[in-house]
């Protein structure tokens, strides 16, 4: 069991004041040094845990803080990409320009429509698409969300690649039942006649400090309700060209959630090539041994940000993107737990049933016996976003730090 | 119309004797779909709502292959899945049916957009393609309708919407669904030609099609065609339509506009048909049907192998996990599948 001085410790350390203390485990358990944590060293939490488990292949952790704008948290290293030869330092809109840019000069069927989306987009992703491939194929269509996804939905069926915008995730309520009811069974009830795997459908999402009640939304959860479906979401400008990529030339029905927070203020070296990053498959974007933590789009910002404060109390993170909600990789999420014996899953969206309560549930059935601690979930609370107190609604890296601690705890 | 009609009468029985789980006719729009499916090309897509399986049966669908998607049996083409009555035929043009009212609307719209370009890279016009999308009065109201036909008049895309306008949506008679003139009415508010027609006249079905179809290459714009006709029958086996109007005014309508005894009375007037040849026609058709139900009736269900399959292109590892659990538990409790 930690002592309570030190744990009391690290939480002042970091501006937290506890007047109360968390929950303890009754059980004894060895007294750990701290150490004098090294940048790039970070040991195991308990002495005996270190015996059980094997240490793990330090990464020597690249600097890419200077890339980075500091509007948000600017910390997210790419670990483990090939060579994909010359980069070119773009933020996430020019990074989605590009990959579109790429999909529609390879593939004569793709159009790109939504609305505002000729003049560049509200968000400029679509800049610079018209020019190059005229109006037939780059344009704005009147101002209906269900519209935008039937018809992509009706290109598609027709044997071209459709790629719609919806101006922002909280607007795509009304396309629901296209995308629901049409686009994600449209295979399936055909006998595979039919398909719609030409459709994706991008949307930005998430938290962008004054968005308020319908400019912050994450709608990740509904639309993974929905078999039939993909649904993904980039952290940043390098995986999300080649997210994007992967989206648009799927054979699948796509949703891209777009992190708004990002658009400018995420900058990253992007390959100029054309690259696809696979669909349905999560990422470890930092190797550790003492507590497995999830999550997805900018919200890895903010783990990134709690997993150096863990850091420095030599807890090893392991962090690990999805990437792709649906189909999503509980492989990769249940190889990392059995290792660390310990989650914790954070997202924006509200908690009830959000996407989290599925990776809880499924990891708690298949790997119970692995776990030393409660999962935690760090998320949005229940209440619709409001604009006042964004700041304490985030889950941000100090209650994230919090769970670690909670969990870490609770270990032996 | 003679071959439908039976088929109609028939599998709406079988439905009442437990053999199929649903069905819905067509009486009194066999002209609707006769009429308008022969002035369109192979290339045009069809986007139908459910009251319009004469366009297919039109274009080469076989009685079997209807009778083999009622009956949900190993060789429909959609491997069970749906409802009865939900035909979709990729070889002939003919998009699934899906049981959302209106959503085919956005859709034809989408496919439209695509023809377009196609034309405009291939100089062929006897390639060019349309679209045609069928809805009812009552789907007429929906979201889908609105949208489409103002994003098909603004983008200018090439294709026919297609109004049945029966009298009814389930009970709902039209004077609960709109205050307006009918459908057409709205077709000059978002832009876009349109003509009223009279349904149960096979001719000008045609002819009116012919023309749009026509008009909607040349300009490559929308055209909207209401067909006025009357829904004979239940809105489906879960329907009983006495409840909610009388039966003279059915009678009327079987007797007097029925599509077929209108076109019946024109072969007849010509001399170009009689009533024997009507009657060995209707018997062979009678005949026909029968043998096909029989045979789909008979036939097995499709593999549960293919349960879990076209939910995606590929089957992702969470599918084949629950695959695994299903074959399992199948074999755990012996239960015969």
Redesign the interface.
Same mark, same amino acid.
């Given at each position: 069991m930690m002592p309570r001085s030190r744990l009391i410790s690290i939480l002042r350390k970091n501006g937290l004041h506890a007047n109360q203390l968390l929950t303890g485990s009754t059980k004894a358990a060895p007294a750990w040094q701290p150490n004098a944590a090294v940048k790039n060293d970070v040991r195991p939490f308990s002495a005996v845990a270190q015996e059980q488990r094997p240490h793990s292949d330090t990464p020597s952790t690249v600097d890419y803080s200077h890339l980075y704008s500091t509007a948000y948290h600017p910390h997210s290293p790419e670990p483990n990409y090939p060579d994909l030869g010359p980069t070119s330092k773009l933020n996430l809109f020019t990074a989605i320009n590009s990959a579109m840019q790429t999909a529609m000069q390879t593939d004569p069927t793709a159009i790109m429509f939504g609305e505002d989306v000729s003049f560049g987009g509200v968000f400029r992703c679509s800049q610079n698409l018209r020019e190059e491939f005229g109006e037939e194929r780059v344009f704005n269509t009147p101002l209906s969300e269900n519209g935008i996804a039937g018809m992509a939905v009706g290109y598609a069926s027709a044997g071209g690649t459709s790629i719609g915008e919806i101006q922002f995730g909280d607007y795509i309520f009304p396309a629901i039942d296209q995308i629901v009811n049409e686009m994600a069974k449209f295979r399936f009830r055909s006998g595979n006649q039919w398909n719609c795997g030409g459709v994706t459908l991008r949307a930005p999402c998430g938290a962008v400090g004054h968005g308020a009640l319908y400019h912050s939304q994450s709608p990740e959860a509904y639309l993974a309700h929905t078999p039939g479906l993909v649904v993904v979401m980039p952290r940043g400008p390098r995986c999300a060209k080649g997210l994007l990529l992967s989206a648009i030339r799927s054979k699948d029905p796509v949703v891209f959630l777009e992190p708004k927070i990002l658009y400018r203020s995420a900058v990253e070296e992007v390959p100029d090539a054309d690259y696809e990053i696979p669909l349905g498959k999560a990422e470890i974007i930092r190797p550790g041994n003492d507590v497995t933590i999830v999550g997805w789009g900018a919200q890895l910002r903010t783990l990134q940000a709690a997993c150096d404060l863990a850091a420095k109390e030599g807890i090893s993170c392991e962090l690990i993107d999805l990437r792709t909600i649906l189909p999503w990789d509980s492989d990769c999420i249940k190889t990392s737990v059995k290792k660390t014996g310990k989650l914790i899953v954070s997202h924006e969206a509200p908690i009830t049933c959000g996407f989290g309560a599925e990776v809880v549930a499924t990891l708690q059935q298949e790997c119970f016996f692995h776990l030393e601690a409660p999962i935690q979930r760090v998320c949005g609370y229940d209440t619709p976003f409001g604009l006042v107190f964004e700041k304490h609604y985030l889950p941000d890296e100090k209650k994230n730090l919090d769970a670690i601690i909670t969990v870490m705890e609770f270990s032996l | 119309m003679i071959r439908l009609r039976k088929m109609d009468t028939i599998l709406h029985n079988a439905q009442r004797q437990g053999r199929i789980s649903f069905y819905m006719t067509h009486h009194g729009e066999e002209a609707i779909h006769m009429g308008s499916a022969s002035a369109l090309k192979p290339q045009d897509?069809i986007?139908a709502q459910y009251r319009e399986a004469g366009s297919l049966m039109w274009r080469g669908f076989s009685l079997e292959q209807f009778c083999n998607q009622c009956f949900s049996n190993d060789l429909?083409?959609?491997?069970g899945?749906?409802m009865p009555v939900?035909y979709?035929?990729?070889a002939l043009n003919y998009?699934?049916v899906?049981s959302?009212l209106g959503?085919q609307?956005?859709?034809?719209?989408?496919?439209? &957009?695509?023809?377009?370009?196609d034309a405009?890279a291939n100089p062929k016009k006897e390639e060019s393609a349309i679209?045609i999308v069928y809805f009812g009065d009552g789907a007429a109201s929906t979201?889908?309708f609105h949208?489409?036909c103002?994003?098909a008049a603004?983008?200018k895309t090439p294709m026919i919407f297609f109004c049945r306008n029966n009298g009814y949506a389930i009970s709902t008679p039209v004077e609960d669904q709109y205050a307006g003139d009918g459908i057409i009415s709205r077709a000059p508010g978002y832009g876009m030609a349109g003509i009223r027609v009279d349904g149960n006249d096979i001719f000008a079905v045609h002819a009116a099609v012919a023309k749009a179809r026509k008009l909607a290459l040349e300009t490559s714009a929308p055209v909207m065609i209401e067909a006025m006709t009357y829904r004979q029958g239940h809105h489906s086996t879960s329907d009983d339509s006495s409840r909610y109007r009388d039966t003279d005014e059915v009678k009327e309508a079987s007797d007097v506009a029925d599509p077929m005894v209108r076109f019946d009375r024109f072969l007849k007037h010509f001399g170009w048909m009689d009533d024997n040849t009507v009657a060995s026609i209707e018997d062979e058709e009678r005949i026909a049907v029968l043998r096909a139900m029989e045979a789909a009736e008979a036939r097995p269900d499709p593999k549960l192998a293919t349960m879990f399959?076209?939910? &995606?292109?590929?089957k992702?590892?969470?599918?084949i996990r629950q695959e695994e659990d299903l074959k399992r538990h199948l074999k755990k409790y012996k239960i015969p599948h």
């Open positions: - | 897509h986007f429909d083409l959609g491997k899945r749906q939900h979709g035929c990729r998009h699934t899906s959302p959503t609307i956005t859709q034809a719209v989408g496919a439209a &957009y695509k023809f377009k370009l405009m679209s979201v889908d949208s489409a103002n994003f603004t983008l399959d076209d939910v &995606y292109h590929e992702p590892p969470h599918l």
